[in-house]
């Protein structure tokens, strides 16, 4: 079922497709999987990420920095709001920006982190937690996903 996401995506269908993971890893290899479909547009690639506290958004973006090649411990940028990594030569993206909107009071504050900016250059790579906080001045994003935690610890992923 992965494979089937970018597909309804790019083919306007209005389809959530879900997926069960029950380990920390398969959540960690369905993102590796994911970035291996990734490819870069007009502008930046916005990824979304909703889901309640503890859901596995952050872990979601670890393993998806990984995957790109960020070699520096990426940990959620809660009290900072936004960290960028650089990421190496050759690839489809040259930064990834880990945005997390928990801490905004409006929506008009992803002006002061430059979002509007890093929206513009087709080489980022934007994930952002918690786009609900915003979702009033956020362009459509390329892929929304939501994680939710299941009554026995797995988690669903939701791509659409």
């Excluded at 940990?75 to 040259?94: I, M």
């Excluded at 900016?117 to 362009?139: C, F, G, H, T, Y």
Aim: hydrophobic share 40%.
């Amino acid at each position: 079922m992965t494979g089937v996401f970018l597909f309804i995506r790019k083919k306007g269908y209005n389809q959530a497709v879900e997926k069960k993971l029950t380990t920390r890893e398969e959540l960690e290899l369905e993102a590796r999987e994911f970035t291996n479909r990734l490819t870069s547009g007009a502008s930046a690639t916005l990824i979304t990420l909703s889901g309640e506290l503890g859901a596995g958004k952050t872990t979601f973006t670890q393993a998806v920095a990984k995957a790109l090649g960020v070699s520096e411990s990426v940990t959620s940028p809660t009290f900072v709001l936004e960290k960028t990594y650089d990421l190496p030569a050759g690839g489809t993206f040259r930064k990834l920006v880990h945005i997390d909107a928990y801490r905004l009071k409006l929506p008009s504050e992803l002006h002061a982190l430059g979002f509007f900016s890093r929206m513009e250059d087709p080489s980022n790579l934007i994930l952002l937690e918690w786009p609900e906080r915003v979702a009033s001045k956020l362009p459509p994003a390329t892929v929304a996903i939501t994680l939710m935690v299941n009554d026995d610890t797995s988690r669903t992923i939701i791509y659409g």
